[in-house]
C-alpha cells in the first residue's frame, strides 16, 4: 500500500499507522500471552509466617482465571481476507488508470510543444473525430452562428 500513497501526508499517515499497528500487536503478543511468574510461598512464609501466607495462597489457589478464547480475529480473518483482494483489484484499477493518465499527459505535451507549427491536416490525422465534425457541420452549412 506505501507504493501507491502519493503525497508525503498520506505516507506519514500510513506510517503512522503502522506504528500503532505494529505497537499493539508487539504487546497483545508479548505482554497479555505471557504466563505470570509463580508466587514464592517460602521466601513470604519465612518473613510473615505460615498463617497469613497460607490464609494468602489458599485464597490464590481458589481464584479461577478463564483462558480468553478468540472468537472474533475468524471472524476478522475472512474480512480483511476480502478486503485485501479487493485492495489488489483497486490497485490494479489504479496502475491502468495512470498509464492511461501518462500517455494523455505526453499525447497533450507533445501537442502543446508542436502547436505553433503544426497543419491542420497534422491536427486531422492525429484526431480524427475533430476532422468528422468539421466537415459534418460543412456538409450542412453550420458556420457556428
Do not use: C
Not at 79 to 85: E, G, H, P, R
Amino acid at each position: 500500500m506505501a507504493k501507491v500513497l502519493v503525497s508525503d501526508e498520506a505516507r506519514k499517515e500510513f506510517f503512522a499507522l503502522r506504528r500503532a499497528f505494529d505497537d499493539v500487536n508487539t504487546q497483545l503478543q508479548t505482554k497479555f500471552s505471557q504466563e505470570p511468574v509463580p508466587i514464592d510461598w517460602e521466601y513470604y512464609r519465612k518473613g510473615l509466617g505460615s498463617r497469613l501466607v497460607d490464609m494468602y495462597k489458599q485464597a490464590h489457589d481458589e481464584i479461577k482465571i478463564p483462558k480468553y478464547v478468540d472468537n472474533v480475529t475468524p471472524e476478522y480473518t475472512v474480512k480483511f481476507d476480502a478486503l485485501s483482494v479487493e485492495m489488489q483489484q483497486a490497485e490494479q484499477e489504479s496502475l491502468e488508470v495512470t498509464k492511461r493518465l501518462e500517455k494523455e499527459i505526453a499525447d497533450v505535451e507533445e501537442l502543446k510543444n508542436k502547436v505553433s507549427t503544426m497543419t491542420a491536416d497534422e491536427y486531422f490525422a492525429k484526431h480524427p473525430e475533430v476532422k468528422e465534425k468539421f466537415d459534418e457541420e460543412i456538409r450542412n452549412d453550420y458556420w457556428g452562428y
